[in-house]
């Protein structure tokens, strides 16, 4: 079990470019989040996946932001026409189907847009 | 809609000393909660949560929690601080009992402990 393990961790992109992000979640967890946390707050929720149908996904998720997770595995995140307001950190997280059960997250992927 | 407040922004302690981080919750249903602590520039990792049973859990690096219904209440407590445990502090709640099991995060606690 290595844990989720997002990339890339840091990236600095110019105003109006494009982003992606990728997720591995642990292994035989069929459930993955995403989240945005920015500075002196705390985790928002952006979208959610159960295998690979995305199953919910928040207002703050506009339609520059997309996420997949082909074949229930791995999932990425893509921001189109990356906007300063967008620079924080982006977790993932995954855990099985139990609704009991933890939900483990990354090490994050911080986006910086200058 | 379910939420979690924390109400202090910081805490500070002195090493050695009893340490609480504050946290209530507003749901409705049984609560699923849960404490993530997050170090600088790090993810979030699990500390512990209450699902049934027990109103005491113990988690992960000396940490507990009590659960109490009437004061809808989920403070984290640890008997004896350490300098390490200075961290930003998550209480979640589950989001929609029954359901798909999405965490809904206070604002964090900043926890300082003093040498």
């Known amino acids: 079990d290595t844990g989720v393990s997002q990339d890339p961790r840091h990236k600095i992109t110019k105003r109006g470019q494009n982003v992606t992000f990728r997720c591995d979640p642990i292994s035989e967890h069929n459930r993955l989040y995403w989240y945005r946390q920015t500075l002196g707050q705390g985790p928002e929720f952006l979208t959610y996946f159960q295998n690979e149908a995305q199953l919910e996904k928040s207002r703050l998720l506009s339609d520059r932001f997309s996420a997949e997770r082909p074949k229930g595995s791995f999932s990425t995140l893509e921001i189109q026409r990356t906007e300063q307001g967008d620079s924080a950190m982006y977790l993932c997280?995954?855990?099985?189907?139990?609704?009991?059960?933890?939900?483990?997250f990354g090490e994050g992927s911080w986006l910086t847009v200058v | 809609a379910q939420s979690v407040a924390q109400p202090e922004d910081q805490v500070n302690v002195a090493e050695g000393n009893p340490l609480t981080v504050k946290c209530t919750y507003s749901?409705?249903?049984?609560?699923?909660l849960f404490w993530y602590v997050q170090y600088p520039n790090r993810g979030l990792q699990f500390l512990l949560k209450y699902i049934t049973g027990d109103n005491l859990v113990k988690g992960s690096y000396g940490f507990e929690a009590e659960f109490n219904k009437s004061q809808t209440s989920f403070h984290l407590k640890k008997p004896s601080a350490l300098v390490s445990d200075s961290a930003l502090y998550f209480c979640a709640v589950r989001d929609r009992p029954g359901g798909y099991n999405k965490l809904i995060f206070g604002a964090g606690t900043r926890l300082a402990v003093h040498p």
């Open positions: 997280a995954s855990s099985l189907m139990d609704s009991g059960n933890t939900i483990y």
């Open positions: 749901v409705s249903g049984n609560p699923y």
